[in-house]
């Protein structure tokens, strides 16, 4: 299974409310696996900075950045208040209070 179609699963599952299937998080969870994350501290006047790279493979740096976004984005607040945004959005939008700027 390709991460795009795992990602997809995911999400679309998270936007229906529904659960997703084991199958999605365990390959999701592999990728995660696979693309080990390191970081760089560097020291720089207004602070220390931290650098994420991916450790070794190709597969690490191009797949890796990517099922770290998606893992971030699912365990973080901003997953829940962009989907409440939209429910919002919607509402007004079936129920023709939304006027189009």
């Known amino acids: 299974m390709e991460l795009r179609e795992t990602l997809y699963g995911i999400f679309n599952a998270a936007s ?11 390959h999701l969870n592999r990728t995660l ?10 020291r720089e006047k207004k ?12 597969f690490a740096t191009l797949l890796g950045p990517v099922a770290w976004s998606a893992a971030e984005l699912l365990t973080s607040e901003k997953l829940r ?3 409440m945004l939209c429910e919002r959005y ?6 023709g209070q939304y006027e189009e700027p």
């Open 16 to 26: 229906q409310r529904i659960a997703s299937t084991r199958k999605n998080l365990q």
């Open 47 to 58: 602070g220390f900075p931290c650098e994420r790279r991916a450790a070794g493979t190709e």
């Open 90 to 95: 919607l509402r007004l939008v079936i129920s």
């Open 81 to 83: 208040a962009n989907k």
């Open 33 to 42: 696996e696979q693309a080990p994350l390191r970081f760089e501290v560097r």
